[in-house]
Structure formats: structure tokens, C-alpha cells
């Protein structure tokens, strides 16, 4: 589904990530962990070409090494980007139907998948986002993305700032969301990434130090130490 050839990322001279491979296979669930400014939410911005990039993206069988990043997303690929960024001027409603920009034909069908998917935003329809507790705002921000039907979600640090409780909601949707589309997964909490991804990489320095099968990770001494918290 998405191959990385040799993908670097500069900011001035300084190197976020450095030459690094990957493969992921359809409908499985892939895993970057790694520490804070280890090159993981660079090599999302890079595969949707929204930061300066050497190297080859080829998704699905096409080269997107150089495609702006709206046909990207038009190919099949979305981005939940850290921190959210649900639109908090607009309702739940209208930002699904932000994130159905491409695909409004298929709006009401869709909209009444994501109630169904996270039954915590039905009922909130009209509500402003920015109303909306910090689990709610990150459901409707995965939500959105999948109002495009993609072939393929990446995710960037979906737990962060929420608690245990909602972060294992978070993780369920996720790992139903497996049966139809192939998700990358990048996470600060370690422990629960690789509980549900299929296969792991770990970024240290801006390279992949360790990959594997993530039950084998989990089991990894180094990984244990310095992810694991033991």
C-alpha cells in the first residue's frame, strides 16, 4: 500500500530524518514510535509532500513523490494531524462536511457511518467544535478524515492529552478500522501502538533502528527499556 525509498527530511542543515525505508502492507496497521524529535510527524508531513523531501512515496502502486498534497489526498491517502485541528467555529456537522470536500455525493451515506463509528459525537450534530471535550475533538478530526473515503489513514499521536479511558475508545475505532482501510500509526505511547498495530518501526535520530513484528517489539529488551518503561 505505501513503500518509502530513501526519504530525507531537512530543516536548513539540520537532518529530521535521515534516508530511511519502509513498506506497508494493506489493511494492517503500521506503528512509527520513537521519542519527540525522532523525525516521526516529519515522515508523515513528507509523505504528503507538505514539507521539502528527497526520496520516493509510492502509494498504491504510484509514484506521489511529487504530487501536490490535495491529489494526494484525492488518490486515497489522510492525514490526522497532532494536536487535532477540528475546525471550532463549525459545527460537528459541517466540519464532516469539510472533510467530504471530494466526495459530496457520498456525504449523508458517510455521515451516518461516522455517528454509527463514534456514537459519541451523535447527538452533538450542531455543536461547535470547539465545545467539544479533547476526546470528542479528536474522534471528529478521525471522523473528518475518513469522510473521504481513503485507502489509507495516518494518524499522529491520537492519544495525546486524553485520558486512559477515551484513549482506549480511540484505540478500538482504530483497530476496527482495519477490516477496510490500512492505517499508519504514529504514537508516543508505545506500549499501546504496538498492542494493536501488525508491524513496528522505531525512528531514533531521524533512522529506523529496530522494525519488526510488533508482538516481537514488545518483547525487545532495548524497546522494553526505552519505550516500555522497562
Same mark, same amino acid.
Given at each position: 500500500?505505501?513503500?518509502?525509498?530513501?526519504?530525507?527530511?531537512?530543516?536548513?542543515?539540520?537532518?529530521?530524518?535521515?534516508?530511511?525505508?519502509?513498506?506497508?502492507?494493506?489493511?494492517?496497521?503500521?506503528?512509527?514510535?520513537?521519542?519527540?524529535?525522532?523525525?516521526?510527524?516529519?515522515?508523515?508531513?513528507?509523505?504528503?509532500?507538505?514539507?521539502?523531501?528527497?526520496?520516493?512515496?509510492?502509494?498504491?502502486?504510484?509514484?506521489?513523490?511529487?504530487?501536490?498534497?490535495?491529489?494526494?489526498?484525492?488518490?486515497?491517502?489522510?492525514?490526522?494531524?497532532?494536536?487535532?485541528?477540528?475546525?471550532?467555529?463549525?459545527?460537528?456537522?459541517?466540519?464532516?462536511?469539510?472533510?467530504?470536500?471530494?466526495?459530496?455525493?457520498?456525504?449523508?451515506? %458517510?455521515?451516518? @457511518?461516522?455517528?454509527? +463509528?463514534?456514537?459519541?459525537?451523535?447527538?452533538? $450534530?450542531?455543536? /461547535?467544535? &470547539?465545545?467539544?471535550?479533547?476526546?470528542?475533538?479528536?474522534?471528529?478530526?478521525?471522523?473528518?478524515?475518513?469522510?473521504?473515503?481513503?485507502?489509507?489513514?495516518?494518524?499522529?499521536?491520537?492519544?495525546?492529552?486524553?485520558?486512559?479511558?477515551?484513549?482506549?475508545?480511540?484505540?478500538?475505532?482504530?483497530?476496527?478500522?482495519?477490516?477496510?482501510?490500512?492505517?499508519?500509526?504514529?504514537?508516543?505511547?508505545?506500549?499501546?501502538?504496538?498492542?494493536?498495530?501488525?508491524?513496528?518501526?522505531?525512528?531514533?535520530?531521524?533512522?529506523?533502528? %529496530?522494525?519488526? @513484528?510488533?508482538?516481537? +517489539?514488545?518483547?525487545?529488551?532495548?524497546?522494553? $527499556?526505552?519505550? /516500555?518503561? &522497562?
Amino acid at each position: 500500500m505505501l513503500e518509502l525509498k530513501d526519504l530525507t527530511v531537512h530543516y536548513g542543515v539540520i537532518a529530521a530524518v535521515r534516508g530511511i525505508d519502509m513498506k506497508i502492507e494493506p489493511n494492517t496497521i503500521v506503528t512509527l514510535i520513537g521519542s519527540n524529535g525522532a523525525g516521526k510527524t516529519s515522515t508523515l508531513n513528507a509523505i504528503v509532500n507538505s514539507v521539502k523531501k528527497k526520496g520516493t512515496v509510492i502509494f498504491d502502486g504510484k509514484d506521489i513523490s511529487k504530487e501536490p498534497t490535495h491529489q494526494i489526498v484525492q488518490d486515497g491517502l489522510a492525514l490526522v494531524p497532532e494536536g487535532r485541528r477540528v475546525f471550532i467555529n463549525l459545527s460537528v456537522d459541517e466540519n464532516l462536511r469539510m472533510g467530504a470536500f471530494n466526495n459530496d455525493e457520498n456525504f449523508e451515506r %458517510l455521515r451516518a @457511518e461516522m455517528y454509527r +463509528l463514534f456514537p459519541r459525537l451523535d447527538g452533538k $450534530k450542531q455543536q /461547535l467544535a &470547539g465545545t467539544l471535550s479533547g476526546g470528542e475533538q479528536q474522534m471528529l478530526a478521525i471522523a473528518r478524515a475518513l469522510m473521504s473515503e481513503p485507502k489509507m489513514l495516518m494518524l499522529d499521536e491520537p492519544s495525546l492529552g486524553l485520558a486512559p479511558k477515551i484513549v482506549g475508545e480511540v484505540f478500538e475505532i482504530i483497530t476496527e478500522l482495519k477490516k477496510s482501510i490500512t492505517i499508519l500509526l504514529i504514537e508516543q505511547n508505545a506500549f499501546a501502538a504496538l498492542k494493536i498495530a501488525d508491524y513496528g518501526y522505531v525512528l531514533e535520530n531521524g533512522s529506523i533502528a %529496530l522494525e519488526g @513484528e510488533s508482538e516481537n +517489539l514488545l518483547g525487545n529488551d532495548e524497546v522494553r $527499556k526505552k519505550y /516500555l518503561g &522497562g
